[in-house]
């Protein structure tokens, strides 16, 4: 299900292809928790 999150040409990530180099950070991304720090969240 997370390599599904890495076909999906969503604005995720600031980088294309990120996947490829740190295949770890999509699918924290896609998950949108460490998308942005927690200070962000709590706002």
Do not use: C, H, N, W
Not at 15 to 23: A, S, W
Not at 25 to 34: A, H, N
């Amino acid at each position: 299900m997370t390599k599904q999150a890495d076909q999906i040409d969503e604005p995720t990530t600031d980088v294309p292809g990120i996947g490829d180099t740190f295949p770890e950070l999509t699918v924290e991304t896609s998950m949108g928790e460490r998308s942005l720090p927690d200070d962000y969240e709590d706002k």
